[in-house]
């Protein structure tokens, strides 16, 4: 049997955290096992779901490096790939049901099933439909009333493995006929789901736990349509430092904030692929992962993101830039060797680009002196400090590694001056400030003549 899974978002949101996970775990799985991905769009929820959120999930995991076999925008044999391009076929499968009488019609007010609710709950009891319209055989229909299509749910026990949480069982009897057509002739989220994982022949569901409850209603109709059920893996809900689960209105959960902020694809492609798996540690590539990706393998209880671990995996990824990449990424030119040396060492102080970038041009740009800068630049032995050190630099042309050595060794010699006295006015002089990268680093970045032009100033 060769693998298909799909990945099935909403577009009702930015791809997040959360479901980027799912879609990884599915495209891992799929890639190990040399099968077909496919994206499927459910967009039957026509008040929420927009193009422009189905185009930008696309584009979000497309820059993920997620590359999908099967979908709206790339084709295949099993389209079409919108829920809402779909209505007709799940509308068939439901009079299907109807005809063998496994489903049947449903006229029932919105207002009876109000109040009936009302009662369910206020007598404590699960609300649940109480199937009045199960056996509704009235040769005149109700005028004025589009009825629901429902399933008529069989009294018994289902079972059956999820690859996460193992052997699971649920009684029908917990939940009433469900819906499975809307009186507006769309496909209940449970209805199309299974007509379409059947139909587009998916092998695996693997989804977030929140879809857990769903799996034996999703079980039932396969059985109903007599069509075979997928082998289900439901990976945990993701949650944030606070333990509250993240979700697609959460502002730091958004793939496209991510990448707003200098977050790196394959950064955060090994961030999620953390929550719930364990793959070895380290920045690992998308085949790597896939090479050891296993179902058996992931973990059932929560898990937790934190923005910290991401940030690692950026700074390993900034690491390992290549640096022509490296250079177009933070739009600069490399003026000389020098200046690329210095961008090459400095880049494991930032977690990411825009903050390598900040780094950089905080140096390179225009300097501001404030009281604590200018307090010390004054003293007289900052001033013997700055005159030694603009003399030993102009010896040297270029300022590289070997001309710093020597150059900080002849001024401790001469200026008898070292630790703090010695390297922070040269420090505060070069940058304004009394922190920061190392100052080799400074000088590389910004050339000797404008490092004699800091320098003079104080004199
Ligand atoms: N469309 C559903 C969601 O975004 C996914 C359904 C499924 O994976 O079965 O949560």
């Known amino acids: 049997m060769s693998v298909r899974t799909r990945f099935a978002p909403s577009p009702t949101g930015r791809l997040h955290l959360g479901n980027a996970r799912t879609a990884l775990f ?19 929820d026509t008040e929420r779901s ?6 930008n ?25 919108r829920q809402s391009e779909r209505l007709s076929i799940y509308k068939s499968y439901a009079a299907r049901l109807v005809d063998n009488g ?25 609300p649940r439909y109480d199937g009045r319209c199960r056996d509704f055989r009235s040769p005149v229909i109700p ?56 139909l587009m022949e998916i092998t695996h569901v693997i989804r977030g736990d929140d879809h857990l409850s769903n799996t034996p209603r999703q079980i039932l109709l396969f059985d109903a349509l007599g069509l075979s059920a997928p082998s289900f893996s439901h990976i945990p809900l993701i949650l944030g430092k606070n333990k509250l689960p993240l979700s697609k209105r959460d502002p730091s959960g958004s793939i496209g904030e991510l990448r707003d902020e200098g977050f790196l694809p394959i950064a955060i492609v090994n961030a999620i692929a953390r929550l719930g ?9 998308l085949d790597d992962l896939a090479s050891t990706f296993a179902l058996e393998d992931l973990s059932s209880s929560p898990a937790i993101f934190d ?22 990424s933070l739009g600069l030119v490399a003026r000389d060797k020098l200046f690329r040396e210095a961008v090459s060492e400095i880049r494991g102080n930032a977690s990411t680009i825009p903050e390598l970038k900040d780094i950089i041009d905080s140096v390179t740009g225009p300097i501001e002196y404030d009281e604590d800068a200018l307090a010390v630049l004054n003293e007289p032995y900052a001033k013997t400090v700055l005159t030694a050190f603009s003399d030993e630099t102009s010896i040297f042309d270029l300022l590289d ?18 630790g703090q006295r010695l390297f922070l006015p040269i420090r505060y002089a070069l940058t304004g400030k009394k922190e920061g990268i190392e100052l080799v680093n400074i000088l590389k970045l910004i050339g000797k003549i404008e490092a004699l032009k800091r320098i003079i100033r104080f004199i």
């Open 102 to 126: 496994l489903a049947y019609n449903c006229y029932c007010s919105r207002e009876r099933l109000a109040a009936l609710r009302n009662d369910q709950v206020a007598r404590g009891l699960p």
């Open 50 to 55: 927009t193009k422009e959120f189905e185009k």
């Open 57 to 81: 999930l696309l584009e979000d995991l497309r820059w993920l490096g997620m590359e999908w076999d099967e979908g709206p925008d790339v084709g295949g044999g099993k389209g079409p790939y």
């Open 401 to 418: 590694g070997t001309a710093y050595n020597r150059i900080i060794a002849e001024v401790r010699k001469k200026t008898g001056e070292k």
């Open 143 to 198: 005028a004025g009333i589009e009825p629901v299509t429902r399933f008529r749910v069989p009294a018994r026990e289902i079972r059956f493995t999820d690859n996460v949480h193992g052997e699971l069982s649920f009684e029908t009897s917990a939940f009433g006929d469900f819906v499975i057509v809307g009186s507006d002739g769309v496909a209940s989220y449970n209805f199309a789901v299974v007509i379409d994982d059947a």
């Open 307 to 328: 923005i910290e671990r991401l940030k690692s995996f950026n700074r390993e990824a900034i690491k390992g830039m290549d640096d022509a990449v490296l250079f177009a």
């Open 26 to 44: 599915n495209w891992l799985f799929t890639r190990r096992h040399g099968g077909k991905f496919i994206v499927r769009v459910e967009d039957t």
């Open 277 to 285: 798996w364990s793959p070895e540690e380290g920045l690992l590539g």
